[in-house]
C-alpha cells in the first residue's frame, strides 16, 4: 500500500486542494458530468448536484482537514484517507474518501467512515 500523495493522479489531488479550502466550485470543474458522490450514504449524481452538495456538507460545523495515507487500489481506482478534527459531533473522524477516475475526471468519489 502506498501512502505517497504524489502517486495520486493530479485530478484527485486538485481536487483535494480544493475541497480542503471549501471551494465547491473549483473542486467540481475536476467531476465528470454525470458523476455520483456518495457521502455517508446520501447520494448526489450530476456535477450541479455534487458542487452543491461540496459547498454545503459540513458548513454548519468549524473542522480542519488533514491528508493522512492514500493508496492506488487499481488503474482507475484511488483512497485516500482523511482525518477531520472539529466541532462535531464526537470531535474527530477519519474518512475514505474512494475515488474512481474516468478519462482524467473524477467519475465516482464514496465518502465513508475509514475501515480500519
Request: glycine share 6%.
Amino acid at each position: 500500500m502506498t501512502q505517497h500523495t504524489d502517486l495520486l493522479p493530479a485530478t484527485v489531488r486538485e481536487f483535494l486542494a480544493a475541497h480542503f479550502v471549501r471551494d465547491a466550485d473549483t473542486a467540481s470543474s475536476f467531476l465528470t458530468e454525470d458523476v455520483v458522490l456518495v457521502d455517508q450514504g446520501e447520494t448526489v449524481r450530476g456535477r450541479e448536484e455534487a458542487r452543491v452538495f461540496l459547498r454545503d456538507a459540513g458548513s454548519e460545523f468549524e473542522y480542519t482537514t488533514e491528508q493522512v495515507g492514500a493508496h492506488r487500489v487499481d488503474d482507475t481506482r484511488w483512497v485516500v484517507i482523511v482525518r477531520l478534527e472539529g466541532t462535531f459531533p464526537g470531535g474527530v473522524a477519519e474518512l475514505d474518501y474512494r475515488f474512481t477516475v474516468r478519462d482524467g475526471l473524477v467519475a465516482e468519489l464514496v465518502i465513508a467512515n475509514h475501515a480500519s
